[in-house]
């Protein structure tokens, strides 16, 4: 069976104050860009979101999946489920059904009671962190994030860093979008979504 090369990059940041989530705006198939304009990360509540990277399809059932269950949760608790319950939930979902694996590996931020950060493998592993980056462009975001990150550091500045750390990957890896960037940034006033383009 022919194998078909996908890539992205998404990059998540945890700080004092919230949670940015960046990801580049290219899908891509085997040798093909197919659009620069694909969102990547997607809004599950008003306060919680996740980075897609891997199977487009796997990535809309699971985020659906989890739409309905934070609902579930909200009318049945008459309260928001945390972003820690939502990333041990997805966390056993994708072991549940780990011989016929959702084909994704997935960031969780978000902010309810706390500022929350979480990296998803397709088996189910659930690694909380400050920093984070999934994709064919992660070896050259991680460096980035590596080597920028603070723990005193603002909102700001974690945007900043984030969008610095996607058009890094960009840059050299060909599967990942060099042009737009996503980035949502999650407070505890909520969530805010923006566009970052760039000519070169």
């Not at 990547?40 to 979101?49: C, F, L, M």
Request: a negative charge.
């Amino acid at each position: 069976m022919e194998t078909k090369k996908t890539g992205t990059t998404t990059v998540g940041i945890k700080v004092k104050d919230g949670v940015v989530l960046a990801a580049d705006t290219q899908a891509s198939l085997d040798h093909m860009v197919e659009t620069l304009n694909i969102r990547k990360i997607v809004p599950i509540t008003d306060r919680i979101a996740i980075t897609t990277a891997g199977s487009v399809g796997d990535v809309q059932a699971l985020a659906r999946m989890l739409e309905a269950e934070a609902r579930y949760y909200q009318f049945t608790w008459g309260r928001s489920m945390t972003t820690r319950a939502m990333a041990n939930l997805l966390s056993n979902v994708l072991q549940e059904n780990k011989w016929f694996p959702y084909m994704v590996q997935i960031i969780i931020g978000g902010y309810v009671d706390e500022p929350t950060l979480a990296n998803l493998d397709p088996l189910g592993g659930l690694v909380f962190d400050d920093y984070t980056s999934t994709g064919s462009g992660s070896p050259f975001a991680i460096a980035v994030l590596e080597d920028g990150y603070k723990k005193d550091m603002n909102v700001e500045e974690a945007r900043e860093l984030a969008v610095r750390a996607v058009k890094t990957a960009g840059k050299r890896d060909v599967y990942t979008g060099s042009k737009k960037i996503q980035v949502i940034v999650i407070t505890k006033e909520g969530m805010k979504e923006e566009f970052v383009e760039f000519k070169d």
